[in-house]
């Protein structure tokens, strides 16, 4: 049965949000909240709860019945709900299908509401100014009071920039806040069904005064839209000045205009994520961050808010799966919330030196794994949208590398720096050429350098550079190069001997990113793991080994003792740039027994440098002709494989 539309409605205030208008609305009809809401389409669980998802966005056919009922347009119905920051908040885009899945990714395990507070996306328990609620004068608001703004619900609105002063987030005289839950989930208006005839800036919580013992609760019903003095006022100018600054600066990219614009290119300040990730970490390490607070007055404020936190983790109790949801929601408090950004945004500011902001924000990570309850450090690192540049400042590194360390830090294992070469145009081991023009020098440096050390140098050159490309610890960097893991860790393991605690790693790091800029200005890069996989199983055929040894005096000798192994050994190694060791072909003579011993001896006399005499230096001129036309026999492998 169709809803018969509202005898009488309202227009919405600029900026207002759906429960305000709800509000206004039921008290020019003299209903209760929950009457309205169900005449306009919204379900009320029998007038004692209206869903707080509704604050978000109404459902497209629920907005329509909602716009007919009221005499409103769809889209005015909609400007209501918080759908419209999703560029800026991406968490808004979760819906109750897909919540439980995401939330317990996050170590935040509940309802759709308790997501969105934990990453900072919604505040269901809006904070308010007074002056603003007082209205502006008009006739309609001397009635009904000013708009309850819909960006109030943002935990990154903390302060009116208009009026100059902090939100406040409790009612005056019971000292709660406005979004009390029904039965333990989220309401859109505290006692929506309740028949008293409530003003919509009267406090709707129940009390009890003390006098009337046995009395049943009844609302507050205390005015809001009275100011008991100004927050900032005992803050001092300068902390002032920070957080209304801030404030500013947030209230831009709040506007419409800017969020499409944010939509096309990214912000040169911190994403809002960032600074929520930062804010929580400053939480979870308290008081090692203390020091990156701006001022002491700050710093006070934030230990108000992250040593209650952390008395009550302490504090035993039954196991819970929501233990440490109180670590990731924002401050309820307006000035608890604002220093915790402000000194976010001052630790992003350093952004542009990724070593100030490592220098910054590692010692943070590194006191909350050592001293935080273990279950909330999991559920923190753990969580999935972490930026790039903020994971790199986070992440755990030993020896010039990511450590492979505990399964939950992996999402800080991303790509070391941002590169235009891939993961799979990186060889398996550095070619000569490369590690000449960069690495020989260094070389020279390393004490007891050898012949190993060259071999391990080119290797873990190329797992730095992997790592850069792709990210991950050294063990799935050296997955990604088809080399052995035994061998990588032999590699890094002698290095490190060999380097001590010198800052030759520094240098390695150093060099390799010369290299990786090299890399990155190349017009055209080789896909060595694409060769990689193509030759796989090739040989060399053997007319032309024949045509390769062709004139050379110990041509006859090789192909008696080794026929055409040895061709496709140096083939395959100068085609993919590989250490020889790791051809298929070797691998497969020495699980067969065969005995490959001999022809690795020959092969490491071709390849030595010190080695080297006119017969394998010729050859060798030969087998590197051959292999410049690696594309074409990479091609003919696949299709002869295909056949």
Avoid at 64 to 87: I, K
Avoid at 179 to 185: E, L, M
Avoid at 532 to 542: D, E, G, T
Avoid at 568 to 583: G, M, R
């Amino acid at each position: 049965m169709q809803r018969r539309a509202l005898a009488r409605s309202l227009e919405p205030l600029p900026e207002e949000s759906l429960p305000g208008f709800l509000l206004r609305l039921a008290y020019r009809l003299h209903r209760s909240p929950a009457r309205v809401a169900h005449l306009c389409g919204l379900e009320t669980n029998g007038q004692r709860r209206v869903a707080a998802e509704h604050l978000l966005e109404l459902p497209a056919r629920t907005a329509a019945e909602f716009a007919r009922v009221t005499g409103l347009s769809v889209p005015e119905v909609q400007a209501l709900g918080l759908r419209r920051y999703t560029e800026l908040f991406p968490t808004l885009r979760t819906t109750r299908a897909n919540t439980t899945h995401q939330s317990s990714r996050q170590g935040t395990r509940g309802s759709v509401s308790q997501f969105y507070e934990s990453n900072w996306a919604v505040s269901l328990s809006t904070r308010f100014c007074p002056e603003c609620l007082s209205g502006d004068g008009s006739p309609i608001q001397e009635a009904y009071g000013g708009p309850w703004a819909l960006r109030w619900h943002l935990p990154f609105v903390f302060a009116c920039t208009i009026h100059r002063r902090l939100l406040h987030s409790q009612c005056p005289a019971c000292r709660s806040g406005l979004a009390r839950s029904y039965k333990g989930r989220a309401t859109l208006i505290t006692q929506p069904g309740t028949t008293q005839v409530l003003h919509p800036l009267q406090c709707r919580n129940l009390v009890t005064r003390q006098e009337d013992e046995g009395a049943q609760p009844h609302p507050c019903g205390t005015r809001l839209d009275i100011s008991e003095g100004h927050l900032l006022a005992a803050m001092p100018e300068e902390d002032h000045q920070r957080l209304l600054g801030l404030q500013h600066r947030l209230n831009a990219r709040l506007s419409p205009r800017r969020i499409d614009t944010e939509r096309l290119q990214p912000p040169a300040a911190p994403t809002f994520q960032d600074l929520v990730h930062v804010a929580q970490l400053i939480k979870l390490s308290w008081p090692a961050g203390k020091s990156l607070v701006p001022s002491d007055a700050l710093a006070s404020v934030i230990d108000s808010h992250a040593s209650h936190l952390h008395a009550a983790l302490r504090t035993p109790r039954p196991r819970s799966s929501s233990r440490f949801s109180m670590l990731w929601a924002a401050p309820d408090n307006s000035a608890q919330c604002g220093a915790l950004l402000v000194t976010a945004e001052e630790v992003l500011h350093s952004a542009n030196d990724p070593a100030q902001l490592r220098a910054a924000i590692r010692p943070l990570a590194r006191f909350a794994v050592e001293h935080a309850p273990g279950g909330a450090c999991r559920s923190f690192f753990n969580r999935p949208g972490f930026s790039p540049t903020l994971a790199r400042a986070m992440v755990r590194r030993a020896h010039g590398f990511h450590t492979a360390g505990p399964r939950e830090y992996a999402n800080l294992r991303v790509a070391s720096r941002d590169c235009r070469f891939t993961a799979e145009e990186v060889p398996s081991h550095l070619p000569q050429s490369w590690y000449d023009q960069y690495f020989a020098d260094f070389a020279d440096g390393v004490p007891h350098c050898n012949l190993y050390t060259v071999r391990h140098l080119r290797r873990a050159a190329s797992l730095k550079l992997v790592e850069m490309a792709q990210g991950g610890s050294w063990v799935q960097c050296a997955q990604a190069l088809d080399i052995p893991e035994s061998r990588a860790r032999s590699a890094l393991t002698k290095l490190r001997g060999q380097f001590g605690e010198s800052d030759l790693w520094k240098r390695f790091e150093d060099i390799t990113e010369q290299l990786a800029r090299h890399l990155d200005g190349l017009p055209q890069r080789v896909n060595y793991a694409n060769r990689r996989r193509a030759l796989a199983s090739w040989q060399l055929p053997r007319a032309d080994w024949s045509a390769l040894i062709e004139g050379l005096p110990q041509g006859r000798r090789l192909t008696a003792r080794y026929g055409t192994a040895l061709g496709t050994v140096l083939i395959w190694t100068e085609a993919t740039q590989s250490d020889y060791l790791l051809c298929p072909l070797l691998q497969h003579l020495r699980r067969d027994g065969t005995g490959p011993a001999h022809l690795t001896d020959e092969l490491s006399r071709f390849l030595a440098p010190a080695s080297q005499d006119r017969t394998r230096q010729a050859l060798l001129q030969r087998i590197a002709q051959y292999a410049t036309t690696a594309e074409a026999l990479c091609t003919r492998t696949r299709a002869s494989t295909s056949d």
